[in-house]
């Protein structure tokens, strides 16, 4: 099968102005009457629904390091039907782990070269002008099978800045597809994880209406399309996936402003396999199906709402209430909640579900990033025996208390121990870490 063509919208460094310019150009694009597929390349829970408010159609991630090639090869043919496929990359262009994983280390380069998709560099000129097109002219010569096929110039300060940093891009031979003036209200609300998540912005959709006229405005549209490039990939359903089963015919699935980080391939793949998904609000105090073989806790913001989370009486007690004979697992910010206590960064002590011993603080922050690979050394209620997963951890919280038995021996991408183990008491399972794949 032959893809739509593609570009990955990659930068030198994070905080270039990337998810903006992705955003506005997913609806810009599909203002034309294009058909946009938006791909994130990494490990990212938050912007593919900001994706999905713009485009119209499910993002889905691409990791190197935690997918095999052939995952990332049927997550591609989702594309089928699109006109055009834009990915956001993460980090900067070659950011990536020291040691490769399932398929590579992460980098949305990989992602690139794995799929044909020619680069587009968001520049930041702010404080430069030529000088700019020197560390774009450096990425190009840096790995000469990638493509960098453009450049779109933000935070630009005024015309005479614009023509100073183009002369410069002139001489590097890099093709300049536009300039986006310096615009402070085309800005997303960040908090401590990134990006404030879709579901709180409290204007969206005008939001990305904005931006999309913003860079039709200021990018030529058609000049970029026409770099699009496509590899030739042919998925074969028959061939494994390395997704985790489903780990129930019926999921309750907490969802709501606290509880979102779900990564969609995930959700669709147990979708596919047959499980039967319904949805509750913890914050809203709504009870989870009382049918449910199991209920999934995901990853969020439970540090900004514990209090109200707190006085949730009547779901956590159905949760306690499910625990004794069915499954329950918590991702991160789920797993906190399934704890005993979650300290605010005020230091206030919040009593949680407590069917969990763990004890966690936002008044003591650390913070915890990284690729990591897990496995049980013993059955579990929902995992067997020397099971491996790939996941992605990233919070702030610190560990007060930990009293149960580890749910994995947990390692990170460049194979050290690490503490964050996970808890299992029982039927109920938490880690801090977001499963992506399984691991070989």
């Known amino acids: 099968m032959k893809q739509p063509p593609g570009l990955l919208i990659s930068a030198p460094s994070s905080g270039t102005g990337k998810t903006t310019v992705m955003l506005g150009l997913l609806r810009a694009l599909r203002d034309k009457g294009l058909v946009v597929q938006p791909f994130k390349s990494g490990p990212d829970y938050i912007d593919p629904a900001f994706h999905f408010a713009a ?72 404080g430069q002008a030529q000088s700019s097109a020197a560390t774009a002219l450096g990425f190009s010569n840096y790995n000469k099978e990638i493509n960098i096929a453009g450049v779109i110039l933000n935070r630009v300060a005024s015309p005479r800045h614009e023509r100073l940093a183009r002369l410069g891009f002139e001489k590097a031979g890099l093709k300049v597809l536009g300039a986006l003036p310096r615009r402070g209200d085309l800005v997303l609300p960040e908090r401590h994880l990134g990006l404030i998540q879709a579901v709180e912005h409290p204007n969206l959709e005008k939001a ?62 147990w979708h ?9 609000s913890p914050v809203l105090d709504e009870i989870p199906d009382k049918s449910a073989d199991i209920i999934w806790m995901p990853g969020g913001y439970p540090e900004l709402h514990a209090g109200k989370l707190a006085t949730a009486e009547n779901c956590f007690s159905a949760i306690r209430d499910h625990a004794q004979t069915r499954s329950v697992h918590g991702e991160c910010g789920g797993y906190m909640v399934l704890g005993s206590h979650l300290i605010d960064k005020e230091g206030t002590s919040h009593k949680m579900i ?50 149960d038995e580890p749910l994995f021996s947990v390692k990170d991408a460049e194979g050290n121990a690490v503490s964050e183990t996970g808890s299992v008491c029982g039927k109920v399972s938490g880690t801090f870490f977001h499963m992506i794949a399984e691991a070989d």
């Open 208 to 269: 990305i209406a904005d931006y999309g006229v913003f860079l039709a405005s200021n990018v030529d549209l058609d000049e970029l399309q026409q770099l699009a490039q496509s590899g030739v990939k042919a998925p074969n359903s028959n061939s494994q996936l390395n997704l985790p089963n489903p780990p129930g015919q019926r999921i309750a699935l907490a969802r709501d402003e606290v509880f979102s980080f779900t990564y969609p391939h995930i959700l669709r793949h």
């Open 55 to 126: 485009a119209g159609r499910n993002s889905y991630n691409l990791d190197s390091w935690a997918m095999s090639d052939v995952l990332m090869d049927n997550l591609v043919a989702l594309s089928d039907g699109a006109d055009l496929i834009l990915t956001e990359g993460s980090m900067g262009l070659y950011d990536g782990v020291a040691k490769p994983g399932q398929f590579g280390h992460g980098s949305s380069a990989e992602t690139a070269l794995a799929f044909g998709w020619p680069v587009i560099l968001i520049v930041d000129v702010s």
């Open 354 to 403: 407590g069917l969990l011993g763990l004890v966690t603080s936002y008044a003591k922050r650390k913070f915890n990033l990284g690729y990591r690979l897990a496995e049980t050394s013993s059955p579990v209620e929902i995992f067997s025996a020397n099971k491996k997963l790939r996941g992605h951890e990233f919070h702030y919280s610190s560990i007060i208390e930990q009293p």
């Open 272 to 280: 596919s396999s047959g499980a039967e998904l319904s949805f509750f």
